[in-house]
C-alpha cells in the first residue's frame, strides 16, 4: 500500500504551524514535534461494537459477515473458570461450529496448526475468538491458516499477504491487549524459541465487540496489570519515531479515560461504566500502537515476559516510570502533553522537569492499583539483567523508540532502576 500523496507547501507550513503551542491548563506548550514532511497511513478497518450484553448478539455479526459457522477460539483457563465462551456458544446458536479451547498464554504455533486442523474438519467460515491477547493472536494465526493452508511460518514479516483472510470476531474478557483493532499477531514457535511476528493489514479482525459484562469477572490484579499494558501502548504511542496526530489524538485520550477508570474497575469489577470505559480506553491505545508503534518500554518488557515469565501489562508497568526518565531529554514536550491527561497541572512544569513528573506520577498510580513495584517483586534475579540488556537491543520494539538506543550499559541502568 502506497503512503498518501505529499501535501502542498502551504499545507506544510499548517502542519509545521501546529509547533506554535496549544493551550493546556491555561498554559501555551509545544505540542507534539511533527515533522512539516509529516506522511502516514491511519488503517482501521475494525467495526467496534459497544455496550452491556452486546455479546449476545454475536450471531448477528456473524451474518452480517455473511458466514454460515463459527468456530470459538479460546483459552484453557477462561473455558476452565469462567461460563463466558458458553454464553457466547449459546449466543451464536446454530451458527456455532464449537469450542477451541487450547490457547494457553504466549500461544505457539504448534496451538494455531492443531485450531487450523478442527476449524478444517469442521468446515467453518468464520472465527469467533474470546479472550485476552493469546487467543486474538491464535485466531488471527488461524485465520491465515484457514485460507492460504501451508505452514504458519511462511506468512511471517510485514504485508506478506494479498487477500483478506477468514472473517474473525473478537469478544476481549481483558481491557489491555488492543489486538481487537490491530493488524499484528505475535506467536511463538516452540520448536526454535523464538517469537514470531506477523504484520499484515489483511489480518486485522472484522469486528471488535466490546461488551463490559465480558471483563466483569476478571480478578482485580489482573485487571490492573492489563490496564497498565494498555496505558503504555497510550504512552508510547505518543513518544514513538511513528507517531502523528491521529494516534495521538486516540492516545491521549486513551490515558484519560485509563486514569479516571482504571481505580475504578480494579477497585470494583462490578462497575460496569468503567469496565466499558476501559474497554474502550485499550481499544484508542491499540489503534495508537498499531499506527506508531511501540518503544523501549515494550522492548524491556518483552525481554523479562519471555525470560523471566513477568506477566505482560506487569512488566510494562514496572518499566514505565525508568523508560520516561531515559527518554526525558527527547520527549519533554510529549510528556508536557500527557501531564495534563493524568491530572497533573503543568502550570510550574517545565519542559526539562516533565519526564521526571510523569514517571513519578506513573508510580504513584500503579502503587494506588496495588501493582508489584519493582522487577525483583516480580521474580528477576539481579544477575539476569547484564544479558536481559543484551537481549532487549535486538526487540523490534526498540526501534520505534524516540531516542536511538544501541548501547547495552544505558539499557542495564534502566533494568537496574527497575529491579
Ligand atoms: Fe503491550
Known amino acids: 500500500m502506497n503512503p498518501p500523496p505529499p501535501l502542498p507547501d502551504g499545507e506544510r507550513e499548517g502542519v509545521r504551524g501546529a509547533k506554535q503551542g496549544l493551550l493546556i491548563s491555561g498554559k501555551e506548550i509545544g505540542t507534539m514535534p511533527y515533522d512539516a514532511s509529516l506522511n502516514f497511513i491511519f488503517w482501521c478497518p475494525t467495526k467496534v461494537v459497544f455496550g452491556e450484553n452486546t455479546a449476545l448478539d454475536v450471531a448477528i455479526e456473524v451474518e452480517n459477515l455473511k458466514c454460515k459457522k ?64 493469546s487467543a486474538i493472536d491464535t485466531a488471527k494465526g488461524m485465520a491465515i491458516l484457514l485460507k492460504e ?61 466490546l461488551d463490559p459484562k465480558m471483563t466483569e469477572g476478571l480478578p482485580s490484579g489482573l485487571t490492573a496489570a492489563t490496564g497498565m499494558d494498555a496505558i503504555s501502548h497510550a504512552i508510547e ?12 489524538g486516540v492516545a491521549l485520550h486513551a490515558i484519560r479515560l485509563i486514569k479516571e477508570f482504571l481505580p475504578r474497575a480494579v477497585g470494583n469489577g462490578k462497575d460496569m461504566l468503567a469496565r466499558g470505559q476501559m474497554l474502550i480506553a485499550a481499544n484508542l491505545a491499540g489503534f495508537a500502537s498499531a499506527g506508531a508503534g511501540w518503544g523501549i518500554v515494550h522492548a524491556l518488557a518483552h525481554i523479562v515476559g519471555a525470560k523471566y515469565k513477568v506477566q505482560h501489562g506487569l512488566a510494562n508497568s514496572i ?28 502550570e510550574k512544569v517545565s519542559t526539562d522537569e516533565a519526564g521526571d513528573v510523569l514517571a513519578q506520577k506513573i508510580a504513584d498510580f500503579t502503587k494506588t492499583l496495588g501493582l508489584p513495584q519493582k522487577l525483583r517483586e516480580a521474580g528477576v534475579p539481579e544477575e539476569g539483567l547484564k544479558e536481559c540488556s543484551d537481549l532487549a537491543l535486538s526487540d523490534g520494539a526498540i526501534l520505534y523508540n524516540s531516542k536511538f538506543v544501541s548501547d547495552s550499559a544505558e539499557v542495564l541502568k534502566i533494568y537496574q532502576q527497575a529491579w
Open 70 to 133: 463459527a468456530l470459538i477460539v479460546t483459552d484453557r483457563d477462561l473455558i476452565k473458570n469462567t461460563d463466558i465462551p458458553e454464553r457466547v456458544k449459546k449466543a451464536l446458536g446454530n451458527l456455532s461450529a464449537g469450542i477451541f479451547s487450547d490457547v494457553e498464554a504466549d500461544s505457539g504455533v504448534h496451538i494455531v496448526n492443531q485450531g487450523a486442523k478442527l476449524g478444517k474438519e469442521l468446515g467453518v467460515d468464520c472465527l469467533v475468538s474470546v479472550g485476552g491477547g
Open 149 to 209: 493452508g501451508g505452514k504458519l511460518q511462511d506468512y511471517t514479516g510485514v504485508q506478506v499477504l494479498t487477500r483478506p483472510q477468514t472473517p474473525h470476531i473478537v469478544i476481549p474478557t481483558t481491557a489491555g491487549t488492543g489486538s481487537e483493532v490491530t493488524y499484528v499477531a505475535v506467536i511463538k514457535d516452540h520448536e526454535v524459541g523464538r517469537k514470531l511476528f506477523f504484520l499484515d493489514y489483511n489480518i486485522s479482525p472484522n469486528i471488535a465487540i
Open 237 to 248: 504511542a505518543m513518544h514513538s519515531l511513528q507517531r502523528e496526530p491521529m494516534t495521538d
Open 319 to 346: 518499566l514505565l516510570p525508568a523508560c520516561l526518565r531515559y527518554n526525558a531529554d527527547a520527549c519533554g514536550d510529549i510528556y508536557l502533553n500527557i501531564l495534563p491527561a493524568m491530572g497533573v497541572n503543568i
